[in-house]
């Protein structure tokens, strides 16, 4: 599962919270300029802003994007 943010700030406080939310999950962190990753390097959640796709080890195969994300619309 990949979720993508409009900006850095927002993936952190959507990583935090989805690591609330889901304890048992390892959430990973990938943004422009941060990478957090659980120690195994497989998180089964990868939040980020669009750098998330082009990380390495995220095996990408769909992305859909919301036009209001798209364009970073309330």
Known sequence: VVVIAP???LAGQLAVQLRT???DLPVGLVTGTLTELPEDNRPAIWVGTTAVLNHPLANVGVVMVDEQHRFSRA
């Open 7 to 9: 900006t850095s700030p």
């Open 21 to 23: 939310w889901f304890p």
